[in-house]
């Protein structure tokens, strides 16, 4: 199913991107390296009918985006790595979640039983379809219906780790070895416990998704660059990492947050100086794991067997 068909099937509601992609795959002219470059959260595509359901104005609601997160990691297909991007706003939909992960209380329709309603994520207000942005701001203005849900699942979610399944298959079939670097941003955050507060959190599901060397080679890119760099907390990877990272099979994952105040002021979404530091920061770690040796990988693998 196509996820611009001007109506999800078995569904009454029109897709809010049918004119236009919700995502989009940027190939190289030929794939150099096993390294796969997705950024899930930096849409800004806001469809005009969800802007009319939430309360919130075109500013505060973007408050919850991974902004400008494609654009730091664009010159991925340029270097010989394909790029998987959403269009789609994470408050409109988020693919880093379970596909069913939906807060009961936020539609007028009950919810199917094998739908996920309990999770610590729904609790915060995070599901697969928010019902808040940052500083706990609710989003919309009245409940949802259960079929506005399915279109923005059936027609763009799935459709999305689709086309994310198929990069990883294709470069393990290609490779023998694929490596997922699953890209976002995070609020700067507060010192505690009088320790310098991370400028990146790199998440490996603590230890379960790659492999030790790795994440090593990551954490020495930005470490080198000067940066305070910490691994799983506070974020040790969403969904994302967590179903595809599997080492033991020849995948694996790795999730990356850039503190915002890196790159942009956080409250207008407005790059500063940083933003380019970050550019060619992003384009030095995207060298170093071309050059990387997969076939490494490969053997970790085969050890692990």
């Given at each position: ?55 919130l104005n075109e500013m505060a609601i973007r408050q919850s985006e991974d902004a400008w997160v494609d654009e730091?990691?664009?010159?991925a297909p340029h270097m010989g790595l394909p790029m998987l991007r959403a269009n789609f706003p994470r408050a ?214």
């Open positions: 199913m196509d996820f611009n068909d001007r109506a999800i099937k078995g569904l009454g509601v029109q897709s809010d991107y049918s004119d236009r992609p919700a995502f989009e795959t940027i190939r190289p002219r030929r794939q150099v390296a096993p390294i796969i470059v997705n950024s899930s959260h930096s849409g800004r595509d806001y469809p005009a009918r969800f802007l009319k359901l939430s309360r730091i990691f664009g010159r409109y939909l988020d693919v880093n979640r379970e596909p069913y992960e939906l807060d009961p209380k936020m539609f007028r329709d009950p919810l199917p039983d094998h739908f996920n309603t309990t999770s610590p994520r729904i609790a915060a207000g995070l599901g697969t379809i928010a019902r808040i942005v940052s500083e706990n701001r609710p989003i919309y203005r009245e409940r949802l219906a259960l079929e506005d849900a399915l279109m923005r699942i059936e027609g763009i979610y799935k459709p999305y780790h689709k086309t994310l399944q198929t990069l990883l298959s294709e470069t393990l079939g290609h490779f023998g070895v694929a490596v997922l670097i699953d890209c976002h941003s995070m609020p700067r955050l507060n010192r505690g416990n009088d320790r310098t507060a991370p400028d990146v959190v790199l998440g490996d599901r603590y230890g379960t998704t790659c492999a030790p060397v790795l994440i090593d080679t990551v954490e020495a890119v930005f470490a080198g660059a000067g940066l305070n760099v910490a691994r799983n907390r506070p974020y040790a990877g969403g969904h994302t990492t967590r179903a595809y990272g599997r080492p033991q099979y020849g995948i694996h994952a790795i999730q990356i947050e850039f503190s915002r105040h890196l790159y942009m002021h956080e409250l207008t979404l407005q790059k500063h100086q940083g933003f380019s530091v970050m550019q060619k920061l992003a384009e030095t770690l995207l060298a170093t794991l071309v050059r990387f040796d997969a076939v490494s990988l490969a053997r970790t693998q085969l050890a692990a067997e």
